[in-house]
């Protein structure tokens, strides 16, 4: 695996988390640490995930539950359950929630690193799939976006966009009033075997602020969000989504 490799571990007890990061950053993975699903659905929110390693038990809503959760919404990176009750009712129980794969404590971490190269074999880094939608056209303030022309009107006058720039407003209008991260952006815009890089992203940003505000420096529709990312919103709008 490469080092842009990233785990979420998801567990409340903080001495397996250490052993856990530390095992997995030696192995060359990039690891983030959370101790239960409420955390987890914010880390997911705004940043993308390789595999998650999920304590079966845990405070506020347990495993079993937030997996189920995760696959119904479709925000379903690969999951490696993780418990200390190896019964066969836990196994069959994790795996139809929609886990990729069980594991009962305590474990050889050698076994856990074939785990979890196993499942990512089978399930590689694939971009989260964008909402879909029943119209073609999207609005905000005086501009027109049109998904199925590829091109951005104002009022009736087109606007010429690259295809770095309407992909990106493209993805935006998509999740309107939601904030993306950088590396959320990057990875959908450029694929899965892109390194990411943030200032591609800025770049493209800066470009189309040109274009659409009438003070880049102050912008209505392609906002900042401080310690996210960015955000489309219309009208003007600041109020913003969590879903």
């Known amino acids: 695996m490469t080092n842009l490799t990233k785990i979420l571990v998801v567990d409340d007890d903080p001495c397996f988390q250490l052993l856990l990061e530390s095992f997995l950053i030696e192995k060359g993975?990039?690891?983030?640490?959370?101790?239960?699903a409420e955390q987890m659905t914010y880390k997911l929110k705004r940043s993308f995930y390789d595999l998650i390693l999920l304590d079966w038990m845990m405070p506020g809503e347990d495993g079993l539950s937030a997996c189920s959760r995760l696959h119904v919404e479709g925000n379903n990176p690969p999951i490696?359950?993780?418990?200390?009750?190896?019964?066969?009712?836990?196994?069959?129980?994790?795996?139809?929630?929609?886990?990729?794969?069980?594991?009962?404590k305590p474990f050889n971490l050698d076994?856990?690193?074939?785990?979890?190269?196993?499942?990512?074999r089978r399930r590689p880094r694939v971009l989260t799939p964008l909402p879909v939608k029943n119209v073609s056209l999207f609005h905000f303030g005086p501009y027109v976006l049109d998904f199925s022309g590829r091109c951005l009107y104002k009022k009736v006058i087109r606007l010429d966009l690259s295809s770095n720039e309407f992909?990106?407003?493209?993805?935006?209008?998509?999740?309107?009033?939601?904030?993306?991260?950088?590396?959320?952006?990057?990875?959908?815009?450029?694929?899965?075997?892109?390194?990411?890089?943030?200032?591609?992203?800025?770049?493209?940003?800066?470009?189309?602020?040109?274009?659409?505000?009438?003070?880049?420096?102050?912008?209505?529709?392609?906002?900042?969000?401080?310690?996210?990312?960015?955000?489309l919103v219309q009208g003007g709008s600041i109020e913003l989504k969590d879903n």
Do not use: W
């Open 29 to 36: 993975f990039k690891v983030e640490c959370v101790n239960d």
């Open 80 to 104: 490696i359950m993780l418990t200390a009750n190896g019964s066969d009712n836990h196994f069959i129980g994790g795996l139809l929630s929609g886990a990729d794969d069980y594991l009962a």
């Open 111 to 120: 076994v856990l690193l074939a785990r979890i190269n196993a499942v990512l």
């Open 167 to 231: 992909a990106l407003l493209h993805i935006l209008a998509l999740h309107v009033g939601k904030p993306l991260s950088r590396e959320q952006l990057s990875y959908r815009l450029k694929g899965e075997d892109s390194k990411v890089d943030d200032r591609s992203v800025d770049t493209q940003v800066y470009r189309l602020r040109q274009m659409l505000e009438v003070d880049p420096a102050n912008p209505v529709y392609l906002l900042t969000v401080r310690g996210v990312g960015y955000v």
